[in-house]
């Protein structure tokens, strides 16, 4: 592909750093500036780092936009919900590409009064859905999509980013969107719709929680919603098919996932019902609150 055509108009960038890598996003115009803006809206953008890859978004016309990296051209075409995609998954792409700082993972979490709760898996298993449905309810959602666990003791942090709840999944989560902002919030793609997690929960806050809980969640029509408890080889295994840095780091990261698979209780649950699953994991945190309370309870 060719580059983007060059166009004389305000400008600006946003820098995203995660797990020890950075990513700069220039945008040229105001369509662009605005589809980074949602992109980035809850990202906490850090200067500090030297970028290790740069993404470009100019404005070619007004509401068309052209994503470009080293002066190459990506995509070219409107400023809606399938560019916000494609960009979030560029940025995704690079982050994973040089994080070296901790494990990383193809992961949502979310957190309840002080307690981090890592729901491990691939796109499609459900992941998203589940943690709509948690922020929706008590739960703050970290993110749906990249997870870091940091060198030492067991902390998850997730990268904020508009969560892309799939069409279908509105059925499935039923009454806990009503009220919801279904028709004039967030972006649409062909099978998605892009949305803040403050949009479903505005007090929602993200950051580094202790890791208590690993949920290996998976929407299954015929699924009975009972959490199995698995062993820690089992972990161990599950865990290394969802890291995305793995290439970054000594071992392939295999000894710090053994120390996680062996400390943090960790579950498989086929959910057909996002209800019942909440219900499994309060009442699991619940028991770990009574044997070792955190200073936020």
């Not at 494609?86 to 307690?115: C, K, N, P, T």
Request: aromatic share 6%.
């Amino acid at each position: 592909m060719g580059s983007c055509p060059a166009r004389p108009m305000s400008a600006g960038s946003r820098r995203i750093s995660f797990a020890g890598a950075s990513v700069e996003i220039e945008y040229e115009g105001d369509s662009a500036r605005e589809l980074v803006d949602f992109v980035c809206a809850e990202v906490d953008t850090d200067t500090s780092d030297s970028p290790g890859t740069t993404l470009r978004l100019t404005t070619t016309s007004p509401g068309q936009v052209c994503l470009s990296s080293d002066g190459k051209s990506m995509a070219t075409g409107a400023a809606d919900g399938h560019m916000a995609a494609l960009l979030m998954d560029q940025v995704i792409e690079r982050l994973a590409r040089s994080a070296g700082s901790g494990l990383m993972f193809h992961a949502a979490a979310v957190a309840r009064r002080g307690r981090g709760v890592m729901l491990p898996g691939q796109s499609g298993c459900g992941k998203t859905t589940l943690a709509a449905w948690l922020a929706g309810g008590c739960f703050d959602c970290l993110t749906d999509e990249l997870v870091l666990l940091p060198p030492g003791e067991p902390l998850v942090a997730g990268l904020p980013r508009p969560l892309k709840v799939r069409r279908g999944s509105w059925t499935l989560l039923g009454p806990r969107t009503r009220g919801w902002p279904q028709q004039n919030e967030g972006l649409v793609t062909r099978d998605a719709r892009l949305i803040h997690a403050t949009a479903l929960r505005p007090s929602n806050a993200t950051g580094t929680v202790p890791l208590d809980l690993i949920l290996f969640a998976r929407y299954d029509t015929s699924g009975d919603n009972r959490f199995r408890e698995l062993t820690s080889a089992q972990v161990g295994f599950r865990l290394m098919e969802c890291l995305v840095n793995a290439r970054n780091l000594a071992g392939h990261g295999f000894g710090e996932i053994a120390r996680i698979a062996r400390s943090v209780p960790a579950y498989e649950v086929g959910y057909s019902e996002c209800g019942r699953v909440e219900g499994g994991i309060k009442k699991r945190l619940a028991r770990l609150s009574a044997s070792s309370p955190t200073t936020t309870e």
